[in-house]
């Protein structure tokens, strides 16, 4: 597979794909009824604007905050999603995708109607995880995905969820080669064990070896300090906590963390 359409789709070479992470929504355990949907609103509104000030290349919008996950989400919580972007899409001047968390084939129905570039999701595997013994069903999504016209819609698979491992005891390369035989991902993603915790550059390393043609992306933990390490490394990154105030997973976007790092990054690609 040609790695060419990355600028095409995420607006740049080694791209930078910055989380807007939602608050919780109707349903979760944590949303503040009191406050609503237009605090949620208003929230994302700001850390939007801050990550596409700070000059990121995408943008993709989860429901991070809908602790504890389900692999199969209430309709809720794709109705709350499809109504905040909705509410943002005059706002939004870059790429952007959607991530239903942990529902694929929700992720899938969201970027359609949302008219989000790509997805991304745990397509392919069975983990035990801290939500349970978790299986997929990778033929169904992708079916699902083109039913409803979604054939252009890219999606970005992470073989390395967060809070999970394999029930089988497979090497990382033979994941990554099966997973891009078998199942034609657009980019493997690889994380580190929570939203946040680095990813393992040696990790990176093995899986861009293992699978030459396929866009990799570090999927979690890259900060202005390894960004430069890592995207010698991968094709391109996912950045979330970094961009938060005191480095807090639950905090605010801080523009001058997002400036400051999307400059290191232009550093790197100017070499």
């Known amino acids: 597979m040609s790695k060419k359409w990355l600028k095409d789709v995420y607006g740049a070479e080694k791209p930078i794909v ?55 989400v209430d309709a809720i919580t794709s109705m709350a999603m499809a109504r905040i972007i909705g509410e943002l899409m005059d706002e939004i001047r870059i790429p952007f995708g959607v991530n239903v968390l942990w529902d694929a084939k929700s992720s899938c129905e969201l970027a359609v109607a949302t008219g989000a570039r790509f997805v991304r999701e745990i397509f392919t595997g069975a983990y035990a995880s801290d939500f349970g013994i978790w299986d997929t069903d990778c033929g169904n999504t992708v079916r699902r995905r083109n039913a409803v016209g979604g054939e252009d819609v890219r999606l970005m698979y992470n073989i390395l969820p967060e809070a999970s491992v394999y029930i089988a005891d497979r090497s990382i390369e033979d994941i990554a080669k099966t997973t891009v035989f ?44 390894t960004i430069s390490e890592q995207l010698s490394v991968a094709d391109g990154a996912v950045v979330g906590t970094a961009f938060k105030k005191n480095g807090d997973f639950f905090d605010m976007v801080d523009p001058e963390k997002v400036r400051i790092f999307m400059d290191a990054v232009m550093a790197v690609r100017s070499k």
């Open 18 to 72: 910055a989380m807007c992470h939602l608050d919780a929504l109707p349903g979760d355990p944590r949303y503040d009824k009191q406050k609503g949907m237009q605090y949620v609103i208003d929230r994302a509104h700001k850390n939007l604007k801050a990550l596409q000030d700070g000059g990121v290349d995408a943008v993709m919008f989860s429901n991070e905050f809908s602790l504890p996950y389900q692999t199969k």
């Open 182 to 225: 078998n199942c034609q991902p657009d980019v493997i993603c690889v994380s580190g064990r929570t939203a946040g915790a680095k990813t393992d550059t040696s990790i990176l390393k093995r899986v861009v070896e293992a699978i030459p043609d396929t866009p990799v992306f570090a999927n979690t933990g890259v900060r202005v300090e």
